[in-house]
């Protein structure tokens, strides 16, 4: 098939292109290299059945293609919330640009939806039919509801235009290729160990994240793409929860770090629990995770350790 991944040179975006070449498809990966960097694909490049493609999402495009996965948009808080107005037109004008893409090739979607849709969830775990407790007008609400307009528009491309849409509602993902200077959590700590810098815990550490592979995510993302007919949004990740705390622990001890814990003040809006109920992608899909958290952390250490990473330019203030 003739693919598009937007977003495709960052994190998530660059396995999947990985993934989807090896088995044989046609890719054009487009960025604007906001988040992710042409480091992260440059290996791809001598492969004929791959295209990259420099240009912005929130501008439309024309290309012919049978498939898209819809990837592109900052993913960490601090790079989401660094221009707010910039991460929702992202969102929706680039949600727009892609579903009249497809609508016109008569192509398949998927969108990359996001746990960021539960908000700060009063029900644990979540499944697919839980609408979320979302603060409508918060500092992550740019990136919250950016990703619910994406869903509803998604929806009604459906209902209104029978566009064949996918939506992968992914939970926290790490792996190698994370940016060293992203901000997220697995990437901060696993730095700051290597380093022996303090870890920077906000709040407690008693906030729980569940932490899924980037192997088994992606190997997700493409069931859900090739599936028939899932046309309802559907959780990707791991449900094995763990506190920050915990996680902030098992890395000085995978690293040997002689780094101490700090804390810093709790951002606003943290969500104090994230766990995906997986029922659904277990029946639709037979897709359960693999990879333990012992494991993942110890390829990702040893990524960082190899010094191959790509630090983003600082955030602009
Ligand atoms: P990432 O920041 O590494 O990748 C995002 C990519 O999109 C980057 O390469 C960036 O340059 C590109 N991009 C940003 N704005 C763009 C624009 N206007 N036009 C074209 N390209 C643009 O993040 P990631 O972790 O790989 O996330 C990929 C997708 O998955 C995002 O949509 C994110 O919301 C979603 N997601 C990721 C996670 C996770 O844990 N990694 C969790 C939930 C959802
Ligand atoms: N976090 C932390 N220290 C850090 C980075 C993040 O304690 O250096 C916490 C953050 O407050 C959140 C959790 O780790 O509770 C996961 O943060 P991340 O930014 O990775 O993803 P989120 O789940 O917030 O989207």
Known sequence: MRILVTGGAGFLGSHLSERLLAQ?????CLDNFMTGDASNVEHLLIQSNFHMIEHDVTAPFDLEVEGI???ACPASPIWYQQDPVNTTKVSVLGAINMLDLAHRNNARILQAST????????????SEEYW???NPIGIRSCYDEGKRAAESLFMDYRRKYQVDIRIARIFNTYGPRMSPNDGRVVS????QALEN???TIYGDGSQVRSFCYVDDLIEGLIKLFFAKDINVPVNIGNPEPFTIYQLAEKIIRDTNSGSQIVHRELPEDDPITREPDIRRAQDLLSWTPKIPLEIGLKNTIEYFRSGLNNPLP???R
């Open 115 to 126: 746990s960021e849709v539960y908000g700060d969830p009063k029900v644990s775990p979540q």
């Open 197 to 199: 810098e303090p870890i």
């Open 69 to 71: 996965f819809n990837l």
């Open 314 to 316: 600082s955030l602009p």
């Open 132 to 134: 979320g407790h979302v």
């Open 24 to 28: 044989g498809h046609q890719v054009f």
């Open 188 to 191: 901060n700590f696993i730095c």
